[in-house]
């Protein structure tokens, strides 16, 4: 009696699969490094991005740092960030929306006059009342030129001078343009904001030292130099903004807190020929996404018009799985679910 070979499920076989379904058996037709990348990207964009599935969830978690109120998150390897999301394993408050969260957590600034100007003085060495917020460091003053001088921080610890790209006409006013009304008055990158390194903040102790002459302008006679921060206490946090590929949270903290929320993953890309996708289910699938993606490079429409029925099928085996797991969970509304406000309370429990 034979035996009978197991089935297979690596990437190996996924390039069987891509060369039986494209015609192209030879290296010669279709080279293996082309149907790796194809494979990787449906494996990591159209395929993980399309369908989401439970095999893709997962808790991420992070932990706060002392003074620290923004986080990054990768998303090339995380694609959406979801509630719930605990703090310390309590329940916290999660937003999407920039208004809803900044209106409960709003960022009022408070002015300084921090120094004058006497003409000639560049350097200056000043403490504010801190801790203030990181991109929140606005100074203002008029130089000796009767031009504004603009410095803010970068949020990372630096000041810098700020100073927009020069204005022009073009055409030039004492030629006749062709078209009336057509002038720019303001070319090369309108609006840009260039910047000169003039000087550092601290954002828990409120020391601040510049040095305008960095950007070769002094502040006038004097002229005040102004600066606005904006304020805080610290506590212990327990509602996060995401917005723009970071986390957000407030309270800002003093101590060290365990965050966790949950996100869908991008399926790490293949290296080997022996490796296997999360469930080998996907195997046939994955190999028929990235046939379909080389019969359209090939503009092959009607290759791909033949395969559509089958990548449905199989499409449908993978989605099938996923309302297998949902059988039996309730539609979440507001009869049904719970509500668990932090132990803390609304002060966030100051500190």
């Known amino acids: 009696m034979s035996s009978v070979t197991p089935s297979d499920s690596t990437v190996a076989e996924i390039r069987r699969v891509v060369r039986r379904v494209t015609a192209s058996p030879s290296e010669s037709s279709l080279p293996t ?39 990054p998150l990768d998303v090339n390897n995380i694609q959406g960030v979801r509630a719930p999301l605990y703090v310390d ?11 809803q969260f900044f209106n409960l957590y709003p960022r009022f600034p408070t002015r300084f006059t921090a120094a004058t100007g006497d ?12 801790p203030f917020l990181r991109n929140s460091v606005t100074m203002g003053a008029v130089s000796t030129a009767d031009a504004a001088i603009t410095i803010s921080d970068d949020g990372l610890g630096a000041l810098y001078y700020r100073f927009p790209n020069a204005r022009s006409i073009v055409p030039a006013q004492n ?9 720019n008055a303001n070319t090369g990158s309108p609006g840009i904001q260039n910047s000169i390194l003039v000087g550092a903040v ?4 409120g020391a601040i030292t510049i040095d305008t002459a960095l950007a070769n302008v002094i502040i006038g006679d004097d002229q005040a130099l102004t600066v606005w921060v904006a304020q805080y206490q610290t506590g212990k946090p327990y509602s996060v903004l995401f ?62 018009a033949a395969i559509e029925p089958e990548l449905m099928r199989l499409e449908g085996q993978v989605l ?5 797991e949902s059988i039996g969970t309730p539609t979440s509304t507001l009869f ?9 309370g609304l002060s966030g429990g100051y500190y």
């Open 89 to 99: 394993g309590v329940q916290g408050n999660f937003f999407k929306d920039r208004t």
């Open 33 to 71: 490094a082309i149907i790796d990348q194809c494979i990787n990207k449906v494996y990591n964009s159209d395929f993980a991005y399309g369908i989401k599935i439970d095999q893709m969830r997962d808790v991420y978690t992070f932990y706060t740092q002392p003074y620290i109120d923004t986080y």
């Open 243 to 304: 917005w723009n590929n970071t986390l957000t949270i407030r309270p800002v903290p003093k101590l060290t807190h365990r965050i966790e929320i949950e996100v869908y993953l991008t399926p790490v890309q293949f290296m080997q020929s022996t490796e296997s996708p999360i469930l080998s289910q996907w195997s046939d699938y994955l190999g028929y996404l990235a046939a379909r993606r080389i019969l359209y490079m090939r503009n092959d429409t009607q290759g791909v």
């Open 336 to 344: 049904n679910s719970t509500t668990q406000y932090p132990y803390f």
């Open 202 to 205: 601290n954002y828990v102790t």
């Open 119 to 130: 003409g000639t003085t560049t350097a200056f060495s000043f403490t504010l009342a801190g």
């Open 175 to 183: 030629t006749n343009p062709g078209v009336a009304g057509m002038h």
């Open 320 to 324: 099938e799985r996923q309302a297998v």
